[in-house]
């Protein structure tokens, strides 16, 4: 960063002390009396870089959070016979996380979320290498997720990445099943938990439990992300527009350490893969019915350019049906 230009040292503190301050608020979720302890500088001192770096690492969200190859099948998919190929068109998958916000007074209210605490509604798309491809902070924590899409995709400055044709994101049942995004079924068991309860409606439900498994990504990612940086769970007395900042700013520094694969490695082993802000999502991943082996026949899952999500969620439905039934 200091090659680059984007952090100078100063006189009494280096670049390389800016960004251990840094990463020991959010890393820690230390204050700034925390922060003033552990490096011997004022308050006023750690408060003036650690706004430096904080500027520095959201400005690099454009370099670190990137849309993914959208022209190619990722490999979880490909090499998994419950996906493959009946998932060959999906990008990544999307969802909404609520985290901490501080925030008092009469502003409160609008951030108060479906447990009563202040929280930011942070929407995000991942890829299955859990990695963000898209984050739009800002939005108060009363807001419906839907709404924060709606805003996402309908301005153009939000830069939302629309996958090509033929291509989508999987979405939970709080979105609408339409354009780029492919949504459960409504109304059907759609966690692992559920399938002790199945109903008559089978078809619907094998459908429901590999998107589950497959949209689990941006649980797990969010697991990872919230779980790697404290200061999510419990946001410092910031200005509203600095933590907005925060949120994207851990979201680049969650990208940089998964390109290290000794890091994913032990993401999996330490079991940080698990949103606690999720309602058993990582149930879903488990014993989901097994399909056939991918072959000449199964894999002319085809996905038409002007796609009505309707339709072909019911002609998945029914290939993934053919095909354990088969």
């Avoid at 009563?116 to 859990?130: E, H, I, P, Q, R």
């Avoid at 899952?301 to 019911?314: K, L, S």
């Amino acid at each position: 960063m200091e090659q680059t230009g984007r952090l100078t040292p100063s006189r009494a503190v280096s670049v390389e002390e800016q960004l251990m301050i840094f990463l020991f608020v959010v890393g820690h979720g230390a204050s700034n009396r925390d922060a003033q302890e552990a490096w011997q500088h004022s308050g006023s001192t750690i408060s003036k870089y650690f706004g430096i770096v904080l500027e520095a690492i959201f400005n690099m969200s454009g370099e670190y959070i990137r849309p993914p190859d959208m022209n190619n099948v990722h490999h979880t998919i490909r090499y998994n016979n419950r996906f493959f190929p009946y998932f060959q068109g999906c990008v990544g998958a999307i969802d909404g996380t609520h985290v901490s916000a501080c925030v008092g007074g009469a502003r409160a209210d609008k951030f108060r979320g479906r447990k009563g605490d202040t929280t930011w509604n942070v929407m995000a798309a991942c890829d299955f290498d859990l990695k963000f491809t898209y984050m739009l902070s800002g939005w108060e924590g009363s807001a419906h997720d839907a709404r924060v899409l709606e805003h996402a995709i309908s301005e153009p400055q939000n830069s939302f990445p629309f996958p090509p044709p033929g291509k989508y994101y999987l979405v939970d049942y709080g979105y609408a099943n339409r354009g780029c995004f492919l949504a459960p079924y409504r109304g059907k068991n759609y966690h692992i938990r559920d399938r002790r309860r199945l109903g008559g409606d089978r078809k619907k439900e094998q459908f429901n439990y590999r998107h589950a498994s497959l949209r689990n990504a941006i649980e797990r990612t969010f697991g990872i992300w919230k779980k790697r940086f404290p200061i999510l769970r419990s946001m410092h007395q910031f200005p509203l527009d600095k933590q907005a900042m925060i949120l994207v700013a851990c979201a680049v520094l969650h990208n940089f350490i998964r390109m290290d694969p000794a890091s994913v490695a032990q993401d999996h082993v330490s079991g940080d893969e698990d949103d606690d802000d999720a309602s058993s999502e990582d149930d879903s991943v488990a014993a989901v019915p097994d399909g056939v082996d991918v072959g000449e026949s199964s894999s002319q899952v085809n996905i038409p350019h002007d796609m009505d999500m309707g339709a072909f969620r019911d002609y998945v439905t029914n290939c993934i049906h053919e095909g354990t039934s088969g």
